[in-house]
């Protein structure tokens, strides 16, 4: 089974996303970091050089293709699901989680990383507040479940949505030994 995390930049899609894979004994991926190695450069230079434009038209290109491998845990870009098909990917090939965080707790952690190309603004809060408002009705339209991240550990939120994952019948309740 696939599983895809979603949610806005900073909201732990990466970070959870490995944990998760550990503990699910699936392989991980990063579909931005497939895209920087295709690339060759980061995203944010890929992103001043081309545009967002030519950006979303390389992120749905591997979304469609990350999504059609059966059995790993896969972390998307914070706007992969600007674009329909690759909301329609996700919801269809994957067992897709929303990583919810609110504009505030997002800068909070993001206020220092100059990485991100569309947090490069004057006010980069105002900025998540804007990408909250557009983006998270496509989240919640594309995923199967949401958790809302807030400060729990990273250990604490692999805990909550494997315990959603059984609940929902898509992954087996692990028998933990010693």
Same mark, same amino acid.
């Given at each position: 089974m696939l599983f895809s995390l979603i949610g806005l930049p900073g909201s732990g899609k990466s970070t959870v996303g490995r944990q998760l894979a550990r503990r699910l004994q699936l392989s991980f991926l990063d579909s931005d970091q497939v895209i920087e190695g295709r690339i060759g450069c980061s995203i944010r230079e890929f992103f001043e050089r081309e545009g967002e434009e030519r950006f979303r038209e390389l992120e749905s290109t591997v979304i469609d293709e990350l999504? /059609?491998?059966? #059995?790993? @845990?896969? $972390?998307? +870009? +914070? +706007?992969?699901v600007l674009r329909p098909a690759n909301r329609q990917f996700l919801s =269809?090939? #994957?067992?897709? @989680?929303? *990583?919810? #965080? #609110?504009? %505030?707790?997002?800068? /909070?952690?993001?206020?220092?990383? /100059?990485?991100?190309? *569309?947090l490069r603004v004057a006010d980069p809060l105002a900025r998540l507040r804007d990408l909250y408002a557009v983006r998270d009705p496509l989240y919640r339209e594309t995923a199967n479940f949401t958790i809302e991240t807030g400060r729990p550990s990273v250990a604490t939120l692999v805990n909550m949505i494997v315990?959603? *994952? =059984?609940?929902?019948? @898509?992954?087996? $309740?692990?028998? %933990?030994? +010693?």
């Open positions: 999504t /059609r491998i059966p #059995s790993c @845990v896969l $972390a998307t +870009g +914070g +706007g992969a =269809e090939r #994957s067992y897709a @989680v929303y *990583l919810k #965080s #609110s504009a %505030e707790e997002l800068f /909070r952690r993001l206020r220092h990383d /100059r990485n991100r190309p *569309l315990m959603q *994952l =059984e609940l929902a019948g @898509v992954w087996p $309740a692990a028998t %933990e030994s +010693g």
